[in-house]
Structures are given as structure tokens and as C-alpha cells.
């Protein structure tokens, strides 16, 4: 248990009754050098915080209040932003004028130009009339343990999604290194039904996913386009990836899945287990796995935790990633918290949790 620093930073949690939203609440409640002090929504405003959500009871029992950004201003330092696709830009731009610090979940940020925003989110990009184009090449996409000194310093911090996580973080050390061609990467994971939000969907209800497992948007998904933006971005090099989510009857957890060729066919598994783990040595968030143990995802269940294994099939000189993750907590709350930490000077690791329950 962490004694709370009287002097603690003050948090605002925008979106608190999403799934993302209660698990940011859930991990600040208890974490020593943050302090959450306003709760905001639009479809919840006005309503008592411990009668909406039983389960995670407040000793203060906040009221949710609609996100006005004076309000807000006044009482946090920092904001969380657990709001749907489109919503997020509508108040970022306030609030940084205001003087607040933001850590974004939602997708608003994660491209470097509104044009690329607006041709992979479409449907948004219709409703709203965004001219905050200087804001996307502004935003940090925030991967904190890659780019931890410019996480620091930004006022804005696209986080990425779940999918994105748990691709990245394993390959881009291969990809960064040029030790695997730039064609060919295939990612083939599975996600639990958390992953789709907390709003009533037909195919997220138990009747239709239960002892199922199905694949959705197998063409141009939108994570694609933010996966090879990111890969490009740290290779200078144009690359396309094939990616394909499926979805599985869990609550949580995400297992990826990634096939691309060695340009060195000679290296073996214990070669490529060498090079991510000299990369990620000193990150107590990402493990890397002995060659031949393979994760589940019920190994990460409620920890800020990745794990990784590597083989490599002599056969074919292909390199394959297997990765895990929370895809609420490392994929989504855990990663944001990480972002606040290096925002807010202190070890990006602090107040996460990293041992899992089991079984």
C-alpha cells in the first residue's frame, strides 16, 4: 500500500465511467503522487459516483460533472481523456490553452497530420470540423518505455491502442536494428470483448461471441495505418504490414501473434532473444520469455505487463513475436498512468501493478 503525498498532482479522469475511465480511477486511487480531483462525463453528468459504480466505492463520492473546461482548469493539473473517437478533440484544445497537461486515449491524436486522422476515422471526421492539424504533429505518441524524454516533456500524449501495444513494443527493436525485411510482417491477434467499450453492441453480446472466435475488419482495419505509421516513423523506411484481430470469449486479455523474415536467416531464437532484451533490459513493465515458453494471456490478467517470446523457424528464416498483454490495463489505463508518470517527472512504473493473480 502507497502513503499519498499530501502535495499530490491533481488529476482529471474525462470518460470516467467507460472501461477505460475505471480502470485509470482504479489504479489512481491508490497511487502515492496523484490525486484525482474532478470527474467528468456528458451522459453521466450529475450523477453520484458510488451509485453509478458500486464496485469501486470513492470516500469522497464524487458527482460526475459535464467537462467544462474552466471547471476543470481549476481543479486538476493534468487530464485523462477516456473519451470516444472525435470527442476528445473537441476539448484538448481547450484545456491545453487553459495550461493543463493531457494524456489522450482515444484514437484523436495518434496520427501525425488531421489528414491522416480524417481518412482512416472517416465517419468522425464528417461530424466534426477539426482544425487542430498543428496539435496532431504536436502529440507524443506515447510508447514510454521507447520514447520516455519526449513523453516527458509534451503537454499532449496520444496514448496507442490496445492492438498497437502489443504489436509494437516486440518488433520494433527488429525493425529499428533493419535485422527484418520491411515486407511480409504479418499480425495475427486476438483480443477479449473489452476491447469493444462499454456501450451495448450485437456482437459483443454473450449470445452471439460465446464459444466463438471470429476476425473483423480483415481489410484496413485502423490499426494498420497507426502501426506502420509508427514502424516508418522509427525506420524511415516504407512498410506495410498485414494485420487481422479476431475476437475471443474472454473479458480481457490480448495474445498477438507476428511473422515477418530475417534479412540474416542464420540467426537463431536465442540471437533475436538477445537483441529485444538488450533493448528492454532495464523495463521492469516488459519481460522477455525464455525461448520455447509461450504466454497466455491469463499470465498478465490485471498487471501493466508484457510479455514476450521469440522463436525463429530454420525452416523458412522467419522470425515469430508472441506478445501479451492486459488490453485494459497495459493496453489502454496502465499505459496512460505511465505517460502521467514520465509527464509528471516520477518512474514511469510507479503505482502500476505488475504481478497478476493466478489462475
Partial sequence: MYLRNNNANRVAIIGASGYGGIQCLRLLNEHPQFEVTFLGGYKTASKNWNELAPFLQLNDNQIIQAPDPDLIAEKADFALLSLPNGLSSSLTPELLQRGLRIVDLSADYRYRSLEQWSEFYSLEAQKLNRTDNTLCA?????????????????????????????????????????????????????????????????????????????????????????????????????????????????????????????????????DCRTVIEAVYRDKSTIEILPVGIYPSTKWVRYTNKILISIQVDKRNGRLIILSVIDNLIKGQSGQAIQNLNLMAGLNHELGLPLLTYYP
Fill in 138 to 270: 504536436e502529440a507524443i505518441y506515447g510508447i514510454p518505455e521507447w520514447n520516455q524524454q519526449e513523453i516527458t516533456n509534451a503537454k499532449l500524449v496520444a496514448c496507442p491502442g490496445c492492438f498497437p501495444t502489443a504489436g509494437l513494443l516486440p518488433l520494433m527493436p527488429f525493425v529499428k536494428q533493419g535485422l527484418v525485411e520491411n515486407e511480409g510482417i504479418i499480425i495475427d491477434a486476438k483480443s477479449g470483448t473489452s476491447g469493444g467499450g462499454r456501450n451495448p453492441k450485437e456482437h459483443l453480446l454473450l449470445a452471439e461471441c460465446s464459444e466463438a472466435i471470429s476476425p473483423y475488419g480483415v481489410i484496413g482495419h485502423r490499426h494498420t495505418s497507426e502501426i506502420e505509421q509508427q514502424l516508418e516513423f522509427i525506420s524511415g523506411q516504407k512498410i506495410q504490414i498485414q494485420f487481422t484481430p479476431h475476437l475471443v470469449p474472454m473479458v480481457r486479455g490480448l495474445l498477438s501473434t507476428t511473422y515477418c523474415r530475417l534479412r540474416d536467416p542464420g540467426l537463431t531464437a536465442e
